[in-house]
Nanobody
Framework: QVGLVESGGGLVQPGGSLRLACLASGFTPDYYSFGWFRQVPGKEREGVACVSSTYGTPYYADSVKGRFTISRENHKNMVYLQMNSLKPEDTAVYYC?????????????????????????WGKGTLVNVSS
């Protein structure tokens, strides 16, 4: 059974850092691209980063570029999102997701970021609260 489980969220002060982790189970993640998304109440879920299947190439939304780093460790079935210089506007529930299309690169998607409607599997999310 395919599963994605996020962890690592919490309360952090502005300017601080958090590292989110996503554990994939029930399939071999090596062949798939993964994305991190976030959502605040009343707004659509937005993609913030994508890591490609083939070479692990990362791509970022403009809102997080230079502050967030997405990475993967296929031998551990893990995908990460390192978040630095956090701002109050980064407060959201963060989700890990995959389109489950073997070999499809992040560059397939507009802006190199996966679209919400394109995802096949989602985790349940982890809350990040940036507040003083």
């Amino acid at each position: 059974q395919v599963g994605l489980v996020e962890s690592g969220g919490g309360l952090v002060q502005p300017g601080g850092s958090l590292r989110l982790a996503c554990l994939a189970s029930g399939f071999t993640p090596d062949y798939y691209s993964f994305g991190w998304f976030r959502q605040v109440p009343g707004k659509e879920r937005e993609g913030v980063a994508c890591v490609s299947s083939t070479y692990g190439t990362p791509y970022y939304a403009d809102s997080v570029k230079g502050r967030f780093t997405i990475s993967r460790e296929n031998h551990k079935n893990m995908v990460y999102l390192q978040m630095n210089s956090l701002k109050p506007e980064d407060t959201a529930v963060y989700y890990c997701a995959t389109d489950m299309v073997p070999g499809r690169d992040c560059t397939y998607y507009r802006g190199n970021i996966m679209g919400r409607a394109d995802m096949e599997y989602w985790g349940k999310g982890t809350l990040v609260n940036v507040s003083s």
